[in-house]
């Protein structure tokens, strides 16, 4: 696992993880998950909050296996490279905040960062506006950085503590499992599932948990991060992560054209809006909650598998995000963005900023 370690960890480790998320992402779509959509972290953490009832928009309600496989496979990898570390302990309530807002910036947007590269690899020009966002999100947040913002230092804790997140994650499992949508029928006697729209759009469970769980691997191997790789590109100039994700759009870019999914435009595009602005407000939004948080949606399911139960934290709080937004208003939808999503955006920036100014080490 050692040698495995260093092959994911090297230039063309990182390039080749990039490359095969955008095959793996593009094959799922094929095979069933929403157009642009074969992966989206925020997008399938909000189906699952849908499918336990946390929210009632009957259109996005499925668990997802992607998500499962992501935290399980990070946890095999990291128990195989002896780097399973269960912490804890760095502000978890506003980690819990930043999650909640980062998932309200992204469904503004419609998608986390993973399926802005995603979308702008099937032909969406809207992607262009929410990854300028992202990338402004993310450079707001490495100013903080510079200034001393810290959300201190966490503490190792006890293992079973690590495996709690693993374990919600093969609880939801059992449950798809065991508990199998009806045809035609939104709700079984537990979860709840879509029967149109993108949550009753969906790969062969087997399949998606599979891809799921390799991604969880390689990602928790190379430390793929998408705003991790902005941030460094800003903060070090260093382009080791900026790799993968241009690797991941290049990977993406081919096979949709092999199997006739690339649709460039701005208009008609799947699960999208064109209002440029708000395109790119979510995801300045979300952009600086990940900043603030350390990492994106993606790379906090991988730290949550490995042990780390502030990535947890933030990852209950994008869930939460979810509800929030499809209970109240203010999550898009292909016609606009919700009622009350452009009073969440300018909220959310409030609260990040407030953020941002205030937990900073004092010299």
Same mark, same amino acid.
């Given at each position: 696992?050692?040698?495995?370690?260093?092959?994911?960890?090297?230039?063309?480790?990182?390039?080749?993880?990039?490359?095969?998320?955008?095959?793996?992402?593009?094959?799922?779509?094929?095979?069933?998950?929403?157009?642009?959509?074969?992966?989206?972290?925020?997008?399938?953490?909000?189906?699952?909050?849908?499918?336990?009832?946390?929210?009632?928009?009957?259109?996005?309600?499925?668990?997802?296996?992607?998500?499962?496989?992501?935290?399980?496979?990070?946890?095999?990898?990291?128990?195989?490279?002896?780097?399973?570390?269960?912490?804890?302990?760095?502000?978890?309530?506003?980690?819990?905040?930043?999650?909640?807002?980062?998932?309200?910036?992204?469904?503004?947007?419609?998608?986390?960062?993973?399926?802005?590269?995603?979308?702008?690899?099937?032909?969406?020009?809207?992607?262009?506006?929410?990854?300028?966002?992202?990338?402004?999100?993310?450079?707001?947040?490495?100013?903080?950085?510079?200034?001393?913002?810290?959300?201190?230092?966490?503490?190792?804790?006890?293992?079973?503590?690590?495996?709690?997140?693993?374990?919600?994650?093969?609880?939801?499992?059992?449950?798809?499992?065991?508990?199998?949508?009806?045809?035609?029928?939104?709700?079984?006697?537990?979860?709840?599932?879509?029967?149109?729209?993108?949550?009753?759009?969906?790969?062969?469970?087997?399949?998606?948990?599979?891809?799921?769980?390799?991604?969880?691997?390689?990602?928790?191997?190379?430390?793929?991060?998408?705003?991790?790789?902005?941030?460094?590109?800003?903060?070090?100039?260093?382009?080791?992560?900026?790799?993968?994700?241009?690797?991941?759009?290049?990977?993406?870019?081919?096979?949709?054209?092999?199997?006739?999914?690339?649709?460039?435009?701005?208009?008609?595009?799947? @699960?999208?809006?064109?209002?440029?602005?708000?395109? +790119? %407000?979510?995801?300045?939004?979300? *952009? #600086? !909650?990940?900043?603030?948080? =350390?990492?994106?949606?993606?790379?906090?399911?991988?730290?949550?598998?490995?042990?780390?139960?502030?990535?947890? @934290?933030?990852?209950?709080?994008?869930?939460?995000? +979810? %509800?929030?937004?499809?209970?109240? *208003? #203010? !999550?898009?939808?292909?016609? =606009?963005?919700?009622?009350?999503?452009?009073?969440?955006?300018?909220?959310?920036?409030?609260?990040?900023?407030? @953020?941002?100014?205030?937990?900073?080490?004092?010299?």
């Amino acid at each position: 696992m050692t040698r495995l370690k260093n092959l994911f960890a090297t230039q063309w480790g990182i390039i080749t993880v990039g490359i095969l998320i955008g095959a793996f992402a593009t094959l799922l779509q094929k095979l069933g998950n929403p157009a642009n959509m074969g992966i989206c972290v925020a997008c399938f953490e909000r189906d699952i909050a849908g499918a336990i009832g946390l929210h009632r928009a009957g259109v996005v309600q499925y668990i997802r296996p992607e998500i499962i496989g992501f935290v399980l496979g990070s946890l095999a990898a990291a128990y195989m490279a002896k780097d399973f570390r269960a912490r804890t302990g760095s502000a978890p309530v506003v980690r819990f905040v930043l999650g909640v807002f980062a998932m309200i910036g992204a469904l503004v947007f419609l998608g986390c960062p993973w399926r802005a590269l995603l979308r702008l690899a099937g032909g969406d020009a809207n992607a262009i506006l929410g990854l300028l966002g992202l990338a402004a999100g993310v450079w707001i947040g490495t100013l903080f950085l510079k200034k001393g913002y810290s959300l201190g230092r966490t503490q190792a804790t006890h293992a079973a503590s690590g495996w709690i997140f693993p374990l919600i994650m093969l609880g939801l499992l059992m449950l798809l499992i065991l508990y199998p949508g009806i045809e035609g029928e939104p709700k079984n006697n537990i979860i709840f599932y879509s029967v149109k729209g993108p949550g009753a759009m969906y790969a062969p469970l087997i399949v998606s948990l599979g891809i799921g769980l390799l991604i969880g691997v390689m990602a928790q191997r190379s430390r793929f991060c998408t705003m991790g790789a902005l941030r460094d590109l800003i903060l070090f100039k260093q382009t080791h992560l900026f790799l993968g994700i241009t690797a991941l759009v290049v990977s993406a870019l081919i096979f949709n054209i092999i199997y006739g999914q690339f649709h460039p435009g701005f208009e008609n595009q799947p @699960i999208a809006h064109s209002l440029h602005f708000w395109n +790119a %407000a979510g995801m300045v939004l979300a *952009g #600086l !909650a990940f900043a603030l948080a =350390g990492g994106c949606p993606g790379r906090q399911l991988i730290l949550s598998g490995e042990g780390d139960g502030d990535a947890a @934290i933030f990852v209950i709080g994008m869930i939460a995000g +979810a %509800a929030f937004s499809h209970n109240f *208003g #203010l !999550a898009s939808s292909p016609k =606009g963005i919700g009622p009350n999503g452009a009073a969440a955006v300018i909220i959310g920036l409030a609260v990040c900023l407030l @953020i941002g100014f205030t937990m900073r080490k004092r010299t």
